[in-house]
């Protein structure tokens, strides 16, 4: 069982920036992805990102050109680097792992979440 922790969340003013950190442990693949979702209260929850240990990433409209993910697949690791953040970036970031990049939403190992709140 893979299990999945965030950790990096906070509050940050408009304009700041924060790095958001996660870890998988029990992973017994190679070849797997992880991702970042955020919900905001009354929300749906909708991703932000993701990357697979191949490299491939992908990114949310939003995230485009202000997030950045990494991750190290030797430590089974991602972070998520946010720039410029906005007050409606305000939202509870989830990082789930999965086999594949497709099977991360529905069937994904994921953590508890962290808070991230923008606000002056």
């Known amino acids: 069982q893979v299990q999945v922790v965030e950790s990096g969340g906070g509050l940050v003013q408009p304009g700041g920036s924060l790095t958001l950190a996660c870890a998988a442990s029990?992973?017994?693949?190679?070849?797997?992805?992880m991702g970042w979702y955020r919900q905001a209260p009354g929300k749906e929850r909708e991703l932000v990102a993701t990357?697979?240990?191949?490299?491939?990433?992908n990114y949310a409209d939003f995230a485009k050109g202000r997030f950045t993910i990494s991750g190290d697949s030797a430590k089974n690791t991602i972070d998520l680097q946010m720039n410029n953040l906005q007050p409606e970036d305000t939202a509870v970031y989830y990082c789930?792992?999965?086999?594949?990049?497709?099977?991360?939403?529905?069937?994904?190992?994921w953590g508890q979440g962290t808070q991230v709140t923008v606000s002056s």
């Open positions: 029990g992973v017994r693949f190679s070849i797997y992805a």
């Open positions: 789930a792992w999965a086999l594949g990049v497709e099977t991360l939403e529905s069937f994904g190992s």
């Open positions: 990357i697979t240990t191949r490299g491939n990433t």
